[in-house]
């Protein structure tokens, strides 16, 4: 057996004794001699197996263990070194966020404002302050107040964003200083993918899809939720210049503008109501889906934009449309009771579609906001009060805004709710979040679930809202109770309506200023244009 350097010394040491037994040493004491050497030995040979005892249990698991189960091991031995790294990693961050972000004082702030803004400082400041109040008890500084983050906070994302701090305080209110309320402020800078609705009066989706790539344009279908939608990514013909789009074959529209509509379901040979129609896109929408049956009645507080509704009807082949040039509110007074569906959509502080006009971001305020919200229940209960109750097929009130303020939609279904016998009925559509029941100090129905949510960092599509209301009967409420929305300035604004001192609604909504003299009315009869 070799025992390495060890194993060489006992062997001469061997050799020396046996020599010297041969020259005459006794007996007893090469006995004791070879049982010292014996005993030295086995001492060796046990310190050497401990050594090695953990390799040789490895190579006796190996031999076991099947290669699935050896790769299983590794993998799992892994996984506990990358937790351990990645906690230690956490807890390294946390002390050195901690320890970075230090509040500005007012001072500094005021400082920041006198030169242009570091928008990579601004950025950064916002999302520690949205750290710090995620778990404000551990982060924030001592003798800071949530009051002091969120006035940095709001001050941060009006500088970042562009709004004032009116909206942006709404903003707030509405999504928390969550990371949905950044994703929103970006979603809302960027362009909705551009999208058509085919035509269904004149042709089909995908023979309209096919000739559309045969003229250079990149087409797929838009959504699950929509058989007529196209969405165009890119295109080497103008979109709106192409035969099929003069032939009337598409219109160009986006896909939060189908889902009003499609909430309204309307049925052929019924008498319709388009009360804000144009630019005529949703009356071209609900003409196919009659099938050019019944009759539309297409509404618009302005002139201008009712001469657009004449020119898109015409090119879609909408032969069941009259075109009017009326006041909302004026409808039960000429058309009571006369309708088997409304649909509402109604003029709106456009928070939903802020990439189409960045002016929202600095010009909505308070009063703004709340002269909308007057305008709105003014033209819910006219729609309602529109409405045939005893319709066989109808009854059914949608309305609709491009807003994601509570004051603009949910207050207003509120507002209706108590004012008509009526109630909310589901809306038909698959897509979309529910409507608010509990906001801020405010308390709505739970029927306000029914209603549906759109965002574009969630949809992708504009931010829209929709309710659909049935009418149950033609009584009427003498005045609202328990109504809990109105704050002293919509007071206010009430009292300046009853007294005729407030815009009519084609200023409020910020629509051209109508022509002098009584209002001219528009009619279409089967394609002939005619005025009266």
């Known amino acids: 057996m070799y025992c390495g350097e060890e194993g060489g010394i006992f062997s001469r040491i061997l050799q020396e004794y046996l020599a010297n037994f041969f020259f005459g040493f006794s007996w007893k004491l090469t006995l004791l001699f070879l049982s010292i050497l014996l005993l030295l030995m086995s001492l060796y040979l046990i310190l050497d197996s401990d050594v090695d005892q953990d390799d040789f249990s490895s190579a006796e698991d190996d031999s076991v263990d099947l290669p699935i189960e050896k790769k299983s091991k590794k993998l799992l031995k892994k996984a506990a070194e990358d937790k351990a790294l990645a906690d230690e990693e956490e807890v390294r961050l946390n002390v050195v966020d901690s320890a970075a972000f230090r509040l500005p004082s007012g001072e ?290 949608v309305y609709s805004t491009c807003s994601v303020l509570v004051e603009e939609n949910e207050a207003v279904v509120d507002y209706a709710l108590r004012k008509r016998d009526c109630k909310l009925v589901p809306t038909g559509l698959d897509v979309g979040l529910q409507g608010y029941t509990r906001f801020r100090e405010y308390r709505f129905p739970k029927s306000l679930r029914l209603t549906r949510r759109f965002y574009p960092h969630i949809h992708n599509v504009d931010g829209f809202f929709v309710a659909k209301i049935k009418k149950l009967s033609n009584a009427k409420s003498e005045k609202v109770k328990n109504y809990s929305w109105l704050s002293e300035s919509t007071t206010e604004i009430v009292k300046e309506e009853a007294s005729g001192k407030l815009q009519k609604s084609g200023e409020a909504s910020n629509e051209p200023e109508k022509s002098k003299g009584s209002a001219s009315t528009v009619l279409i009869h089967h394609g002939i244009l005619g005025l009266k």
């Open 108 to 397: 500094e702030i005021k400082s920041e404002l006198r030169t242009p803004a570091d928008l990579d400082l601004v950025k950064q400041r916002i999302t520690d302050v949205m750290q710090v109040l995620g778990d404000f008890r551990k982060r924030r500084e001592e003798n800071k107040c949530r009051d002091d983050y969120m006035t940095v906070f709001l001050k941060d994302l009006c500088s970042y964003y562009g709004y004032n701090e009116y909206l942006m305080g709404k903003f707030i209110n509405l999504f928390n200083p969550t990371q949905w309320l950044l994703e929103f402020l970006d979603a809302s800078d960027e362009p909705r993918p551009v999208t058509i609705r085919t035509n269904a009066l004149k042709t089909r989706r995908g023979d309209l899809a096919k000739a559309l790539i045969n003229r250079g344009m990149n087409v797929d279908p838009a959504a699950e939720w929509t058989k007529v939608g196209l969405i165009v990514y890119d295109s080497q013909v103008p979109i709106g210049a192409t035969p099929e789009y003069l032939a009337g074959h598409y219109i160009i529209q986006g896909l939060s503008s189908f889902l009003p509509v499609m909430a309204l379901a309307p049925q052929p040979n019924e008498r319709v109501l388009d009360m804000c129609a144009a630019p005529g896109g949703k009356t071209s929408h609900i003409a196919a889906l009659m099938r050019n049956t019944g009759v539309i009645f297409a509404n618009d507080s302005n002139i201008v934009r009712c001469r657009a509704i004449i020119g898109n009807l015409h090119r879609l082949g909408v032969v069941n449309a009259v075109v009017s040039n009326l006041d909302g509110r004026e409808f039960p007074k000429i058309a009571y009771q006369s309708f088997d569906r409304v649909l509402l959509d109604a003029p709106c502080s456009g928070t939903g579609v802020i990439w189409k006009d960045e002016t929202v971001k600095r010009n909505r305020d308070s009063q703004d906001v709340q002269r909308r919200h007057t305008l709105q229940r003014q033209l819910i209960l006219a729609a309602l009060d529109s409405i045939n109750a005893s319709s066989k097929t109808g009854g059914y009130l």
